[in-house]
């Protein structure tokens, strides 16, 4: 797998919603990587190809063992006080399946910095070097501010801004921005009403 590390919101993509998988976020439905093909759907969702799954390869439960795992070292950097700790964690992370550094051309003839997976990198490994490089570039170009915690009083979850203005509120906007926004319209109304 060559991650292109000049596009870190897909790494940070995967992140944010691999943390706001577990059932202490999602509350609503409960854990949502409960399968292997669970994890094929999360995967796919978010058009990840590792190396380690050829096509028409599923996971196995050790992966989904394995990237649950993953999960909790995630949240913990994202939870994390000081950019150093990310820094650390994050390198910890890309180191764990990455074998090279390559100057090379995207599809629109740029040069881009990659970063190659070693081959024979487990699925949790070459995962964790897709989040890794994603939260460095985030800290790197953005920084630490850009990791938060959900707004929502009623939400656990945390999230990586990479949106340009830097003012994203929700782990998940359309989940829980939208309970938000509906309670306060029914309090308006309750109130209207009285």
């Known amino acids: 797998m060559k991650i292109q590390f000049s596009h870190y919101a897909a790494g940070a993509g995967v992140a944010t919603d691999l943390v706001n998988t577990s059932a202490r976020v999602r509350t609503d439905i409960g854990e949502?990587?409960?399968?292997?093909?669970?994890?094929?759907?999360?995967?796919?969702?978010?058009?990840?190809?590792?190396?380690?799954?050829?096509?028409?390869t599923a996971p196995a439960e050790d992966d989904l063992a394995a990237v649950l795992a993953l999960r909790q070292e995630t949240?913990?950097?994202l939870e994390a006080a000081t950019e150093d700790e990310v820094a650390e964690g994050a390198n910890?992370?890309?180191?764990?399946?990455?074998?090279?550094l390559s100057l090379l051309r995207d599809d629109d003839g740029r040069l881009q910095w990659h970063i190659a997976t070693t081959p024979g990198a487990s699925v949790a490994d070459e995962l964790a070097a897709l989040v890794g490089t994603g939260l460095l570039g985030v800290l790197h170009t953005l920084g630490h501010s850009r990791f938060r915690p959900c707004q929502s009083p009623t939400c656990t979850g945390l999230?990586?801004?990479?949106?340009?203005?830097?003012?994203?509120?929700?782990?998940?906007?359309?989940?829980?921005?939208?309970?938000?926004?509906?309670?306060?319209?029914?309090?308006?109304r309750r109130d209207a009403q009285r």
Do not use: M
């Not at 910890?92 to 090279?100: G, P, Q, V």
């Not at 829980?176 to 309090?187: M, S, T």
């Open 32 to 56: 949502v990587l409960t399968t292997p093909e669970a994890l094929t759907a999360f995967l796919a969702e978010h058009d990840v190809r590792l190396d380690a799954l050829p096509p028409g």
């Open 92 to 100: 910890r992370l890309t180191a764990r399946a990455t074998s090279d």
């Open 159 to 188: 999230f990586v801004d990479t949106s340009k203005a830097g003012r994203r509120c929700y782990c998940i906007p359309n989940l829980c921005g939208n309970r938000l926004h509906a309670a306060k319209h029914r309090a308006r």
């Open 75 to 77: 949240r913990a950097l």
